[in-house]
C-alpha cells in the first residue's frame, strides 16, 4: 500500500459515502505516509478541547488521556490554514517543547519525537477537522509532508461529502418527525402517483386497507370514481399541471366515515428527465371530515355569518349525510332542513354537500392530539 496513492484514493472516497470504512482508510493512510500512528480529531480553537474520531497505532489510554488532559498542552495553539503541513518544530521552539507535559507525558512514552498535523477543512470554524500522523523516533521529513500533502484534498472533500450526507439524513428525519406530528395522512407521491414517503398517519391508512391501498409502490383509491379523481390530478405529471386543476376529492370509508383529500403541487417543478422521474412533485394531505373541536363549528359559523341552526344543520350533514338522515337526527321537518342548507349553501358558496365537506375538512385541526 505504501506506494499505491491510487488505492488510497479510492478507499478514502468509499469512506466518503460510508463513514464506518474511515477505520480502514486511517490504517492505510498511515501506512503510506509511513507514521507511527495515525488519526484524525478535532480541536476546539479557543478552550483547545480536543476528540479524536478515527485512529490507528496508538494505545487507547493515549487517545482518552489527549481528550480528557492534554489536549490543553498540545502545540498546536494557532492553527495552521488548510491544507498546510506544520511539524512540532514549526509551531513551538523545539527544545521548550521536549521539557513540556505534552512530550514528557504523551508523546515520549508513544516512542515518538514528532507529529505532522493539518487542517482538512477549508472553510473556518472553531471545531476544525484535523489529520496528525506521529512520526515515531524520527522527525518528519519532506517526504512524509509531500505524502500527506497528496491525500489532503481527497480527505478534505471527502469530510464534506460526510457532513453533506449527514446534514440530509438528519433534515430527511425532522421532515418526517414533523409529518408524523400530524393526524392527517400525509402522502408525498411521484408524478405517477408512487409513494415517496408516507407519515405515520398515512401508514395507518393503507395498513387498514380501507379507502385508500397501495398496489406495487402505487397510492390507489378504492372507490372508481376517487381513484379517477386522483389519477386526473396527475395527468401532465408536473407540479404546475396539478396547480392547475381541483386538487381535492371527497373519500368514503366502509362505515361510512368520510374524509377528504386535498394534494399540494411540490416546488421545484419537476424536470421531465429519466433520471427525475421518480422526484416527489405532491402532496397528498387525508384529513377525516368532521368538525373536531366546538371552537372549530365557532370559527366557520363567524367565517360565514351562520345562524345557531345553520351551523347545526351544516355540522348534522356533515356527520350524517343527506337531508332526510339530518332532518331525523335534529327533529327538524326536511323542508326546513332544506332551507336552512339552501342558506348555508349561499352563505359559503357551495353547491353541493360534497362542497360543504371540503369546507368542513379546511378546519379541522391537522394536528395529532
Known sequence: MRDNISSLIEGIYDAALEPSRWADVIIAINDFVGGRACGIFSKHSISKFGVTHYYCGADPHYIQLYSETHCKFDPLANLPPYGKVVSIPDLVPFDEYRRGRF????????????AA?????????????LLTVLAGKQMVDEEMRRRISLIVPHAHRALQINKAIE????????FADALDGLSAGVFIVDAKCRIVHANSAGREMLIADDFLRSVAGQLIARNVQANKALRDI????????????DTSFPLTGHDGERFVAHVLPLRPLTRQHAATATKAVAALFVTRVGLDSHASGELIARTFELTPTELRVLMAIIDVGGVPQTAENLGLAETTVKTHLHRVFAKTGASRQADLVKIAAGYSTPLAS
Open 103 to 114: 512530550y514528557q507525558e504523551w508523546l515520549r512514552p508513544q516512542g515518538c519525537v514528532d
Open 117 to 129: 498535523n493539518v487542517v482538512l477543512e477549508k472553510a473556518k470554524s472553531s471545531f476544525p477537522v
Open 234 to 245: 396527475f395527468t401532465g405529471h408536473t407540479a404546475l399541471a396539478i396547480a392547475a386543476r
Open 167 to 174: 446534514l440530509k439524513h438528519s433534515e430527511t428525519a425532522t
